[in-house]
């Protein structure tokens, strides 16, 4: 059976399990655990032939007594429930491989009926005629499918296989028996598969065996990530089933690595967001004496010697570390937000660290778009590790563009690693010392290779290395400011009225402003910033707590609630910060009203009834007007009314009196961050954006509620909040009234 069929065959059994409520990434645990047996069970069975048949040696293999696969395979109902869930209790306590496989493993597949649907798929297939390579590209093939599945969550452990490879070509690692390569924060394995494929098969036994043993390591800090990880590389031939594991599981920031430990090459992608998530749930007494629940997050910071700094930022903790991990002379390649670029006191201690101990040589803005956190704008930051001196190892940064005026999607335009050829045939791999920019300010401006000394870049703000020098093309088409584009609308208001202009043209130009103007609320540049406000994520964390206090007395449905801070895609205020919208408000629940139940005075809202592009209200009407027949959603005055149903038409408005719409409308309450402000952000550009890359539906889109909820939010203070609708206000209603 060609691989291509056996994938097909396992995802199917996917779809039938997610049906039965088990997620994506539990069957795929399970699958490890199975496959594992399976594998283990052919192995047998070829020694009994000769061991030239093996896949892989059984000597030191700490197997169960009593364990048979084709005992497993032949029972059925409760009896293989009870068996299965005994046979992973015993093998979560051997040693070795076999005990990391299986360490903490249980059966997440509870109806017997299911079970034995993935047993007979498995037994099914014989894994010991399939080649190394095919049951490795099987596996993988398995994670990138399930990683594509923005509900999983499972795709923030994998990184873009097409990045990944341009990567490895632009390191081009060299390999003897000694070589170490190394990715703190492996997730699947992607960076260290990649590099067993850039070297190919060698004629040498004894550097063969290197490649399989020693050459490969890692760290995850996920258990079951570290299960799946382990698998992969197992069967790309990385590690053997009876040996040492490549990699471990533990928090590789704790872990100070050792002379005997370095490293010659880092390839990575750090986990996003500036702090750990880790939260714990406390019980504390109020003002008023009740016991209530609130979240506090756990201690994330780490006092190493090796660290120049203190911080709890995670992603300035991993810079550090991953200096640490290499030996003189070593390199990195490190994928990382643009906050790292940017953020200050620690992180411009870092990156002047940084610039004078390495050679800092190679930076490569990356587009949103292309990782699983679609909204998130990353970089990856090459750099090579110098012996200690007085000197000044940077010499140059190169930055190549690859964001500007460029349009990535996961679905309907997905990075390939074509797209990149032009940016490693700039880097130049076999001679990085040798470049040329395309870059000239009179005959190339937009040229997308760039070179700045290392003067240019410590006299900049903060040693800030998030730069960037090409107009996008909304810049080129209107670089006019706010006021200039608003005295440009009142201008073109008086020319129209006269009919001396193109009524389609004011049109363009209103629908321009219009977002602009949005785009600078959410940005926090309407309003000038003001000291003494709240700062955002103090109200962030008050709002989550009273969220998670809702949830325990089932004031609202349970879901995912982040307290701290997350990663955006573009820079905020000091005292704002980024939240996840669904931490604030659900996308997924909305109290619904039978149609029997709904008086004839209630105020009925259908989608008609809003305009598009500007939320105003149309027409009002009364449910005795219509012949409403189905079910109705409830909302508030307050209420922020929001179409899933063609997002792009930015039908959103905010409810000034209680009433019932149509369920194609989402009532959300916003709890104390000003509606307006939602309805802005909501309306957005970046919004919409985000929304459309995986709205369900090709001709009716709908917003995907998960989605919704997983998207980055700009939270300002309440204060200011207040003020940007203030202006709001003021201006919007001059574009609305153009484009009415």
């Not at 660290?307 to 003189?328: A, D, P, R, Y």
């Not at 937000?337 to 002047?352: C, H, S, W, Y």
């Not at 090579?384 to 999607?409: A, F, G, L, M, Q």
């Not at 810049?475 to 129209?496: C, F, W």
Request: charged share 25%; proline share 4%; net charge negative.
């Amino acid at each position: 059976m060609a691989d291509i069929q056996i994938s097909n065959k396992i995802w199917n059994i996917a779809g039938v399990l997610r049906d039965g409520g088990v997620s994506y990434g539990d069957y795929l645990e399970q699958i490890t655990f199975l496959l594992f047996l399976k594998m283990i069970d052919e192995n047998k069975q070829a020694a009994a032939i000769g061991p030239e048949f093996q896949m892989f040696s059984m000597e030191g293999m700490d197997l169960p007594e009593d364990f048979d696969w084709k005992q497993l395979a032949m029972l059925e109902g409760e009896s293989l429930i009870t068996f299965y869930d005994k046979l992973l209790a015993d093998l979560s306590k051997r040693n070795g491989m076999i005990g990391e496989i299986y360490r903490g493993a249980r059966n997440k597949v509870e109806k017997a009926s299911l079970l034995k649907k993935v047993i007979d798929m498995i037994n099914g297939i014989e894994w010991s005629m399939q080649s190394e390579d095919v049951k490795g590209d099987i596996y993988e093939s398995l994670l990138q499918r399930i990683a594509q599945d923005t509900k999983s969550g499972a795709g923030q452990y994998f990184t873009p296989r097409a990045l990944i490879n341009v990567i490895v070509k632009c390191v081009n690692p060299q390999i003897n028996e000694n070589t170490r390569i190394a990715d703190p924060c492996c997730g699947s394995g992607g960076f260290l598969l990649a590099a067993k494929s850039y070297f190919g098969s060698t004629n040498s036994e004894r550097l063969n065996n290197a490649i399989r043993d020693n050459v490969f390591r890692g760290t995850e800090y996920v258990e079951s990530t570290y299960r799946m990880c382990l698998m992969n590389l197992l069967l790309h031939g990385i590690g053997t089933f009876n040996g040492i594991p490549p990699i471990k599981c533990q928090d590789s920031l704790s872990h100070t690595p050792g002379e005997g430990e370095l490293c010659d090459y880092v390839l990575t992608n750090p986990p996003f967001g500036e702090k750990s998530a880790q939260t714990i749930e406390v019980e504390k007494k109020d003002k008023d004496g009740n016991t209530i629940t609130v979240l506090e997050k756990e201690k994330d910071s780490y006092k190493r010697q090796d660290f120049i700094v203190t911080t709890n930022n995670k992603q300035l903790n991993f810079i550090q570390h991953i200096k640490s991990m290499l030996k003189i002379g070593g390199q990195a390649a490190v994928v990382l937000p643009d906050n790292v670029l940017f953020v200050d006191k620690a992180g411009e201690t870092i990156r002047q660290n940084l610039l004078k101990t390495c050679d800092v040589h190679t930076i490569l803005r990356l587009p949103a778009g292309i990782f699983y956190a679609q909204s998130v704008k990353a970089n990856v930051v090459f750099f090579e590790k110098r012996p200690k001196s007085d000197t000044i190892h940077t010499k140059e940064v190169w930055i190549y563009d690859y964001r500007t005026n460029i349009h990535h999607t996961l679905k309907q335009n997905p990075l390939k690693e074509s797209d990149l050829d032009d940016f490693v045939s700039c880097y130049n791999p076999q001679n990085r010392r040798n470049r040329k920019e395309t870059y000239n300010e009179e005959t190339n401006p937009n040229g997308r290779w760039r070179k700045y000394t290392y003067q240019d870049i410590i006299n900049r703000d903060k040693t800030s290395l998030n730069i960037t020098w090409m107009k996008s093309d909304d810049e080129e088409d209107n670089g006019m400011s706010l006021n200039e584009r608003l005295s440009a609308i009142q201008l073109l208001k008086g020319v129209i009225q006269d009919n001396e202009l193109n009524p389609e043209l004011l049109d363009m130009t209103a629908k321009r402003a219009y977002q602009e103007i949005l785009d600078m609320a959410i940005h926090g540049v309407l309003v000038e910033q003001r000291k003494g406000s709240e700062p955002a994520n103090e109200l962030l964390t008050r709002i989550a707590t009273q969220r998670l206090q809702q949830i325990k007395n089932k004031e609202i449905k349970k879901r995912s609630i982040v307290p701290t801070p997350v990663d955006g895609p573009f820079d905020l205020p000091d005292n704002w910060c980024w939240a996840n919208l669904g931490t604030i408000v659900d996308f997924k629940h909305g109290s619904s009203v039978k149609n029997a139940e709904i008086s004839g005075d209630s105020w009925l809202l259908d989608l008609e009834d809003i305009e598009k592009e500007t939320g105003r209200l149309l027409r009002r009407k009364k449910m005795s007007d219509v012949n409403a027949l189905s079910d109705k959603r409830a909302f508030k005055a307050g209420d922020v009314l929001y179409s899933k149903l063609r997002p792009y038409l930015n039908k959103v408005i905010v409810a000034d009196d209680s009433g019932l719409c149509t369920t194609e409308i989402l009532a959300l309450d916003f709890g104390e961050i000003v509606p307006q402000y939602a309805q802005a952000f909501l309306m957005s550009k970046h919004f919409v954006d985000y929304v459309m890359q995986d709205a369900y539906g090709v001709k009716m889109p709908r917003a995907d509620a998960d989605k919704c909820n997983a998207c980055p939010f700009p939270l300002p203070p309440i204060e200011e909040q207040h003020r940007i609708v203030k202006v709001l206000d003021e201006i919007l209603p001059i574009v609305k009234k153009l484009l009415s």
